[in-house]
């Protein structure tokens, strides 16, 4: 049974920073794609940040230049590294990963973890 456990979040003021990481109970080479995604309250999930295995990374428009995304293989560790936060930026956070099987897509998430941001 694969687990993601996300990390990190709390309260931060408008312009600060915050890390966030998931750490997987498996090898995170097994998965093609690694991602973070949101929710803030009545909206849907939407996708921040992902990675592939071959270190692509792509980031929505309203987080590029703030928000990198990054892995550690060894460590079985996904991080994103928030910066310049503002209060729009307050939601869930979640970690996500994807595993291509000849029969399909396999997507696992994280419990999620609260960032807020608020003076």
């Known amino acids: 049974q694969v687990q993601l456990v996300e990390s990190g979040g709390g309260l931060v003021q408008p312009g600060g920073s915050l890390t966030l990481s998931c750490s997987a109970s498996?090898?995170?080479?097994?998965?093609?794609?690694l991602g973070w995604y949101r929710q803030a309250p009545g909206k849907q999930r939407e996708l921040v940040a992902s990675i592939t295995n071959g270190g692509i990374t792509y980031y929505r428009d309203s987080v590029k230049g703030r928000f990198t995304i990054s892995r550690d293989n060894a460590k079985n560790t996904l991080s994103l590294q928030m910066n310049t936060l503002q209060p729009e930026d307050t939601a869930v956070y979640y970690c996500?990963?994807?595993?291509?099987?000849?029969?399909?897509?396999?997507?696992?998430w994280g419990q999620g973890t609260q960032v807020t941001v608020s003076s």
């Open positions: 996500n990963a994807e595993r291509k099987f000849p029969e399909g897509i396999q997507t696992y």
């Open positions: 498996t090898s995170i080479l097994f998965f093609n794609l």
